[in-house]
């Protein structure tokens, strides 16, 4: 699982796979959902990009207020996801949201803050580097967490930074914009393709790997995947789904198919876009 900056609208991107329910985890009325530490935050209109109020999160870095053990500390800023505001908190398929940085330096450092997601269960964060930041400009931020919610909740999402990283004296200022969670309310199609992309023909199994997004926890699908040449269809497999990423395979049998290219195409109940992917068939050296 990566995190990843996108440079095209990232929701309207994952709308064409199929339609989504948001979850807005910001709105001015909404400034106590959010604690901090050694730091502050207000609700903004300075920088706005997809809102009308921006979540701005304030560092004045100091070597010498922060917690006693550790005065080069951590400040940071976070929030439940399991409040009365989120009342389902699994199963969500994305962290997404635009920021907005700032800096009293000239260019913000290599590794300018980190954000960490926390799972229900004891099961720790899971964090990512946030190094796509730029001073005085907007990065989109996605982050897929369907991989962490298959059979356990979010329970929290917070920003820090180390001060290590910083001078004393430094300021460091983060507009979060349009900050939501993300989730397909039908069936969807994340990603497919093949096991390997080159095969034997002689191989008597093909298994592919799809993930499948849309689905509550423990509910399936149908699941159907079609190996082409051509206009011709080889071999069809029909199947269940569920939801996350699998690992499904077509029997191909005794097809004794022909070495050549050839296309998958899959397709889940519900949801008429397709996923394809390319396959090349090669003479088998032990035939």
Known sequence: MMFATLSGAAELGLAAKGPLEKQPLFAPEQLKAWYGAESTAEASTAHVKDAA??????????????????????????????????PEPAGWDYLHGWVYTETSRSQLPRVAAGLSLKLAGGRGDDQRVLSELKKGAWVELLW????????????????????????????????????????????????????????????????????????????????????RRGPETVVRLATQAVRGVQRLSLDLGKNNLEPGNYELLAKVAGNPQPATAKLRLVESPWK
């Open 53 to 86: 109020h921006a979540l701005h999160w304030h560092v004045t870095v100091d070597y010498h207020a922060g917690e006693p053990k550790y005065p080069v500390g951590w400040p940071r800023l976070g929030r439940s996801l399991d409040g009365p505001t989120l």
């Open 144 to 227: 897929p967490i369907s991989q962490l919610t298959q059979s356990q909740a979010l329970e929290r999402v917070q920003f820090h930074i180390s001060e290590s990283n910083y001078q004393h004296g430094d300021t460091f200022d983060l507009y979060l914009s349009d900050l939501a969670l993300l989730r397909f309310t039908s069936p969807t199609l994340l990603s497919f393709a093949p096991e390997s992309a080159v095969m034997f023909t002689d191989v008597a199994h093909l298994p592919v790997m799809a993930q499948v997004a849309g689905l509550k926890m423990g509910a399936s699908c149908a699941f159907t995947c079609e190996l």
